[in-house]
């Protein structure tokens, strides 16, 4: 039996980073997101020959070991076998033997919530597969405690409720990893007029999102940081309020004030290459952008009059990087037998 699944990658609209645990335990925070036409793609395949193979296609990763209870970490492809783990311990009770073969449609940190995803798609062909009795919200808190908890990798929580849930929505953290995803009803011609406002830039500049969630999290006993923190948990309730009714403009002015907000949490969420590119798509006709994801390289996305969209990618194309088309997409992750 062949098992396939995807989960969509999402753009962080607004809220970003208080969706971190040392935050939301406090404070509550509030993230603002949208699953886009990008993917993370998964195979499993069964096999009878007892063993246990992890494929990476995008990474060039590749590792084969007997089948096993439990598959030790030690720093390479821990996330498949951190999935794998969980899977036994709590559902099969007994070792499988599987291949799992992945790729994503953009590099890793790229700021769309890779890792996480990755995750959220690896455990839906496990749900397809053995018929494993998840919901939703159980499939986004397993995903979160297998990357954040049983690994150890830094960060929040909403890349993987955006791709499990899907769509446009506006989320609740709180303290003990309660989580409120609530789907927003966004018209039509809203969100065609802000996919024909938005341009989507990889800057080819990579980075570790979980060393800059770190970074935040040791901010956060900073008073400026947490000032600047509470702005972005502010202006995920303005921006929500602005995208219903279908106000680009005003989505544009809080995204650039958000990012502002953002920059003033940590020094390493910006670099002299992402202000040389921001300044350039100002220039250009960029309303405002910001870098999606925790910072520090990965994908930025503008905000522009669409009239003038077509020059902003011309000069975009012209430096590092690259303009990447999307469209927002409405589905969560999907997983299906062959």
Known sequence: MIIRSK????LGLA?????????????TGYVLNSTISLYVHCTIEERNDGKIVFK????????????????????????????????????????LSFSVSTYSDVPSGSGLGGSSTLVVAVLKAFVEWLNLPLGEYDIARLAFEIEREDIGIVGGAQDQ??????????????????????????????????????????????????QIEQ?????????????????????????????????????????????????????IISNTEIDKIYDLAIKNGAYSGKVSGAGGGGFMFFMVEPTKKLQLIKELNKQQGEVINFVFVKDGTKGWKI
């Open 7 to 10: 989960a969509p990658l999402r």
């Open 15 to 27: 809220g970003g980073g208080t969706d971190l645990n040392t935050y939301c335990d406090r404070y």
């Open 56 to 95: 990476s296609t995008d990474h060039e990763q590749n590792l084969e070991v007997e089948s096993q209870e439990y598959l030790a970490f030690d720093g390479y492809m821990d996330l498949y076998k951190g999935i794998y783990n969980r899977v036994v311990r709590e559902f099969t009770h007994k070792p």
């Open 161 to 210: 409720y955006a791709a499990t849930f899907g769509g446009f929505n506006f989320m609740e953290f709180y303290a003990d990893k309660r989580v409120i995803v609530n789907p927003l009803r966004i018209k039509n011609w809203i969100i065609d007029e802000l996919e024909a406002s938005i341009v989507l830039y990889f800057t080819n500049i990579t980075r570790q999102a979980s």
């Open 215 to 267: 970074e935040k999290k040791n901010l956060l006993n900073d008073k400026q940081s947490l000032n600047a923190m509470h702005e972005v948990k502010e202006d995920a309730i303005l921006m929500k309020e602005a995208l219903l009714r279908g106000d680009i403009k005003k989505i544009a002015s809080i995204l650039g004030r958000s990012w502002e907000a953002k920059k003033r949490v940590s020094s």
